[in-house]
């Protein structure tokens, strides 16, 4: 069992950025597929982005390509997601996922 910790969301104007992280612990995290996925207050729950275990392969959806990163320190155990010309709609909890197991949240609002 694997636990996710999320955090570096806050508060930013549009157009600004952030750079959000999750550590891991308790499992292999460097043999695992990671992903990122957000949910917004009324919204359904999007995934924002994928990376193979060895952090060589990303995936992002058409709505984010461009404006977020994901990356990963397989040393550290750690997961990182750059977010770049935020958006009023970027405005949601962001979350880490392994597809097994999800953090409990870090918060981005964008105004």
């Known amino acids: 069992h694997v636990q996710l910790v999320e955090s570096g969301g806050g508060s930013v104007q549009a157009g600004g950025s952030l750079r959000l992280s999750c550590t891991a612990s308790?499992?292999?995290?460097?043999?695992?597929?990671m992903g990122w996925f957000r949910q917004a207050p009324g919204k359904r729950d999007e995934w924002i982005s994928g990376?193979?275990?060895?952090?060589?392969?990303?995936y992002y959806p058409h709505s984010v390509k461009g404006r977020f990163t994901i990356s990963r320190d397989n040393a550290k155990d750690t997961l990182y997601l750059e977010l770049n010309s935020l958006k009023t709609e970027d405005t949601a909890m962001y979350y880490c996922?392994?597809?097994?197991?999800r953090g409990q949240g870090t918060q981005v609002t964008v105004s």
């Open positions: 996922d392994n597809w097994e197991n």
């Open positions: 308790g499992s292999a995290f460097s043999a695992s597929c």
């Open positions: 990376i193979s275990a060895s952090g060589g392969t990303t």
